[in-house]
């Protein structure tokens, strides 16, 4: 019955850390601002959206939800949704997550990849009632009621967007020209690529960035994976990490028990032990030596229980007592540190 309970409530704790991925209330009062994407209708800017209506979304609508962050710290971040007409989506891919409901997708935080920080999900998202843009992606991630899902292109529209123009004819190395260091006029192909046009296609541009980005993320990604922290293993590290702070929590009441067992057994025998002190003295009290009287009755003398034995064997008896108290209490510090440790790992790799 324990063991259920402890269960349950880290089971509710990860619960209450996953909800926080959700977004309860959408209260941001900054205006929201037309793009190619979402056409204004009234006074060159849109109009809120309720976020029960997203999913019932009329033919030629758009919704666009915005994240507002106060630079400063001032002031906690804030989401709203805002509603215009549908503009030019031909350069996004429609995204879809497979078994979850829509609406849950407009309430809740979309990340580019996993893994990433928990304030650090994706500003601007757009809806249509029927699937999610998001510019310059091709996929993302969100955590519905505590699980990771995947939002992914369909087959088509991943097709069409990684399809790339035909490379142009490489040039034989005995053409190619070399750069000289300290020539302004000649540069190398390589960096020709790399370059961001800033006063072109901005779409274009961030695409390019975007995917150098993500080529060097997935590498990280993938290295990590390889490393046991996938979430897979997170979750089941922590599983057994609640079975060992159960099992310790248990083993330590036992031994807080058989410690007081133990403790009840020398408060017994220490009783015993001050009665006959007590004895000795008032027995030697009227003899001509008490000193040299106690030490031969101490030494000597022994005193009638179902096992008769002297002085010396109950002390001997008391001191076996007291290390067993002892020991056991030590024990039960032990395994109790050790409920302590594994529980606090736990909630750390189911929250993480």
């Given at each position: 019955m324990k063991r259920l309970t402890l269960l349950a409530l880290c089971l509710s704790i990860v619960t209450a850390f996953a909800g926080s991925y959700d977004i309860e209330e959408f209260t941001a009062s900054d205006a929201g601002t037309p793009?190619?994407?979402i056409k204004a209708e009234f006074g060159g800017q849109l109009k809120t959206a309720p976020a029960d209506e997203v999913s019932s979304l009329q033919d030629g609508r758009l919704v666009v939800r915005q994240k507002f962050t106060d630079p400063f710290g001032e002031q906690p971040t804030a989401y709203q949704l805002f509603q215009g007409g549908k503009g030019d989506l031909s350069k996004l891919v429609p995204l879809k997550a497979e078994g979850v409901e829509y609406s849950k997708l407009v309430t809740t935080r979309l990340y580019a990849r996993r893994g990433m920080p928990f304030e650090d999900d994706i500003e601007k998202v757009y809806f249509d009632g029927k699937a999610v843009y998001i510019p310059g992606f091709t996929t993302a991630v969100a955590f519905v009621d505590g699980e990771m899902v995947q939002l992914k292109a369909d087959d088509a529209s991943a097709e069409e967007a990684s399809a790339e123009p035909?490379?142009?004819?490489?040039?034989?190395?005995?053409?190619e020209e070399e750069c000289d260091d300290y020539d302004p006029d000649c540069e190398d192909e390589d960096?020709?690529?790399?370059?961001v046009d800033v006063a072109g296609d901005i779409d274009e541009s961030n695409a390019k960035a975007d995917a150098r980005d993500y080529a060097?993320?997935?590498?990280?990604?993938?290295?990590?994976?390889?490393?046991?922290?996938?979430?897979?293993v997170r979750f089941w590290s922590a599983i057994a990490l609640s079975a060992l702070a159960v099992t310790s929590a248990i083993i330590g009441v036992t031994q807080q028990m058989e410690g007081n067992k133990a403790s009840d057994a020398y408060d017994d025998l220490d009783k015993l032990h001050s009665n006959i002190i007590d004895r000795i003295k008032t027995d030697c009290a009227s003899d001509k030596e008490p000193a040299a009287c106690e030490v031969a009755l101490k030494q000597f003398a022994s005193y009638p229980t179902s096992t008769p034995y002297s002085l010396a064997d109950l002390e001997r008896r008391m001191e076996v007592n007291k290390n067993t108290r002892d020991s056991y209490t030590l024990a039960r510090n032990l395994w109790f540190g050790v409920t302590a440790v594994s529980l606090t790992a736990a909630i750390v790799l189911f929250v993480w």
């Open positions: 793009d190619s994407y035909s490379a142009a004819p490489e040039v034989a190395s005995s053409e960096d020709d690529e790399d370059k060097v993320s997935d590498a990280s990604e993938n290295a990590t994976d390889r490393f046991g922290i996938a979430d897979e």
